[in-house]
């Protein structure tokens, strides 16, 4: 077994996520304590590697069922053989879906334990101790993860990216394509760029923004009104997006858009990490929830545990005044 | 109970697994034992992603036919969920009994849920919810996935039949979809259905309760192999950044007025 710290580059196509270079910097940290190397795994496609400098070694593997879209199958095999070849002592996905799909059934292949939802490694003797977000933010556990090769899959924004970004020149080791990606029953197909159609809310200075709490669909209308007073969109949580009270392009956060205006209004929204992830660097961000415990405070810069259905119609009287 | 063999093409036998979680929205305690939260007072619900694979399940069976079996561990409150469940579509309904009340591991879930599904054998594919809230020991469909030796994928929006396959859209974030296609037997973590799901009349429940009966299938020994030790569980340091704006609604709305015009944003 090696002491080394192994990163899941999570990309199908299109750029580098930040995510990659947080999770290298985090693993030059570890691998510095333990005294082992940083591996970045890249699959599929190989271009854009030279922004890894960071890492010491690239590891890739090449087969033709890696050359276009993404199966669940497909990478788990190839990241698999990877793991196989370097034994390393961590391994550090994100929790975006390449983590949600694979972290698990790698820890399970592997034999050994994982942590969800990480926001902190630290390293204590030979174990890697995890600091992860539970109930959507409301509580964090902290997991000791003991065993020869352990996994973490952790939240975007958790660590800064800068120190996965300085340079360098690693080597390149190509590991051989397992058999197992001749005989495939996940198939991979085409990958779809999102729908640019719709409404752009990551150009606006404001953004009124609506979550589960406003309760039904007819309830949008009054939160639409203060979107039109101010003429700016109105943006939501995903729930919102998935009953089908809004459109798609309207969704903030890890599936839907990346925003930063220079004021973002919650309304009824709890802050989970994949919303906060689309909106956390927003300039000044001003929540309404009757939850004095939502984890949206922590990042709201000014709150309110007002009724929202109480607030809207007096900001909507103040502007109409 | 002798089990139904469906021999009609295309049909599909789809096995959703559910499960109850703490209500987010009610405050959690951290119990005494410091490594896991206050049951006793806790409000225990569905967890929102398997419902939305039990959407996608009745999708499937409305398009092809076949049979969707719903099934969970002995948890609080999971009747209603079993029930509700039958109210809005699935044929059949399993318990699994005999486990440890608390906080269960996503892998001993993952186990006992693959015990049934070897024993049950003819199911194509497996639905659940991409995450719950407290999975710490990584996501179901993975693990019960890697169990079996079925391929799995997460993060599913949509599970359309073609044939005798599924034809699988993932989302890869930021709106990017993928699509693959499930040749055989699956195991998917749903994030969302095609579309919202069902609602179930109460008058709907009642009557898959006095009409149904949910199945038993005995929890077995397992071996559940390494995962993290929690140390201690605890809310976050509240970093205190969010000034409350205090005062009655008309004061909080003027206040915010305020910041934003401070911000050159309102006239
Ligand atoms: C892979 C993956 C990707 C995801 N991507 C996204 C994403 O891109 N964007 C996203 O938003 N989510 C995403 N999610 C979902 C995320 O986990 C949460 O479920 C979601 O963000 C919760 O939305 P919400 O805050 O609107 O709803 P809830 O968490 O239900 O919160 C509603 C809030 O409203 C408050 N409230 C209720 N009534 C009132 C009232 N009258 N006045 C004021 N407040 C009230 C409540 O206290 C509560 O805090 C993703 C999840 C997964 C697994």
Redesign the pocket.
Same mark, same amino acid.
């Given at each position: 077994m090696s002491k080394d710290v192994l990163v899941i580059n999570e990309r199908v196509q299109g750029e580098n996520p930040d995510l990659t270079f947080e999770l290298i910097g985090k693993a030059k940290e570890i691998a510095g304590i333990l005294g082992g190397s940083v591996g970045v795994v890249v699959i599929g496609d190989l271009s854009g590697t030279e922004a890894f400098g960071a890492a010491d070694r690239i590891y890739t593997v090449e087969h033709d069922a890696l050359t276009s879209g993404y199966s669940s199958q497909v990478w788990e095999e190839a990241v698999l053989a990877v793991v196989e070849s370097v034994q390393p002592k961590l391994i550090l996905f994100g929790t975006g879906?390449i983590g !949600?799909d694979l972290a698990g059934s790698i820890a399970k292949r592997v034999g050994g334990p994982i942590a969800s939802y990480v926001i902190d490694l630290a390293v204590e003797g030979d174990d890697v101790v995890a600091t992860s977000q539970l109930y959507?933010g409301k509580l964090l556990a902290e997991s000791v993860l003991e065993g020869d090769t352990v996994v973490a899959s952790v939240i975007a924004g958790s660590f800064p990216s800068e120190a996965g970004k300085s340079g360098g020149s690693p080597e390149v080791v190509s590991v051989s394509a397992p058999s197992s990606l001749g005989s495939l029953s996940l198939i991979p197909g085409s990958v779809k760029e999102p729908d640019k159609t719709g409404v752009d809310i990551t150009t606006s200075d404001l953004l009124v923004s609506v979550? $589960?709490?406003v #309760?039904s669909q007819a309830n949008i209308e009054m939160l639409q009104e203060l979107a039109d007073a101010f003429k700016v969109p109105l943006s939501a949580? $995903? /729930?919102?997006i998935d009953q089908g009270w809004l459109p798609k392009p309207h969704?903030?956060?890890?599936? #839907?858009k990346k925003v930063k205006p220079k004021v973002y209004l919650a *309304?009824? !929204?709890?802050? @989970? /990490?994949?919303?906060l992830?689309?909106m956390r660097s927003s300039e000044m961000i001003i929540a309404?929830?009757?939850?004095p415990k @939502?984890p !949206?405070f922590e990042v709201a810069h000014y709150g309110t545990t007002l009724?929202? *259905?109480d607030l809207v119609p007096e900001i909507l009287e103040k502007l109409e005044a | 109970m002798k089990v139904r063999r469906i021999e009609k093409g295309g049909a599909l036998k789809i096995v959703v697994g559910m499960r109850q979680l703490a209500d987010?929205?009610e405050e959690l305690e951290v119990a005494d034992s410091g490594v896991d939260i206050d049951r006793d007072f806790v409000k225990f619900v569905s967890n929102?992603?398997d419902e939305a694979a039990l959407e996608e399940a009745l999708l499937i069976k409305e398009a092809v036919g076949g049979e969707v079996v719903v099934i969970a561990l002995d948890e609080p409150d999971v009747d209603q969920t079993l029930y509700s469940a039958i109210a809005k579509g699935a044929d059949r309904a399993v318990k699994i009994v005999g486990v440890e009340e608390g906080w269960t591991p996503t892998r001993l879930r993952a186990q006992l849920l693959s015990k049934w599904l070897k024993s049950e054998g003819d199911w194509d594919a497996f639905l659940t919810g991409?995450?719950a809230a407290d999975d710490l020991d990584g996501q179901l469909a993975g693990l019960i996935g890697a169990t079996l030796g079925v391929p799995h994928a997460a993060?599913v929006s949509k599970a359309e039949p073609e044939g005798s396959s599924l034809r699988i859209t993932q989302?890869l974030g930021g709106g990017t979809l993928s699509e693959s296609v499930a040749t055989g037997k699956v195991v998917l973590g749903i994030?969302a259905g095609r579309q919202a799901p069902r609602y179930a009349p109460i008058t709907r429940i009642r009557q898959a309760m006095s009409t149904s009966t949910i199945e038993t299938f005995d929890a077995q020994e397992i071996d559940l192999g390494p995962g993290p030790k929690v140390r201690k569980i605890y809310p976050p340091q509240s970093k205190g950044q969010a000034t409350m704006l205090d005062g009655d609604p008309v004061e909080v709305a003027e206040k915010i007025v305020e910041l934003i015009r401070a911000k050159g944003l309102v006239r």
């Open positions: 879906t !949600i959507g979550g $589960r709490g #309760g949580s $995903r /729930p919102v969704q903030v956060g890890k599936s #839907g *309304f009824g !929204i709890s802050g @989970a /990490p994949e919303h992830e689309g309404c929830n009757t939850d @939502a !949206i009724d929202l *259905f | 987010l929205v929102e992603w991409v995450q993060v989302e994030q």
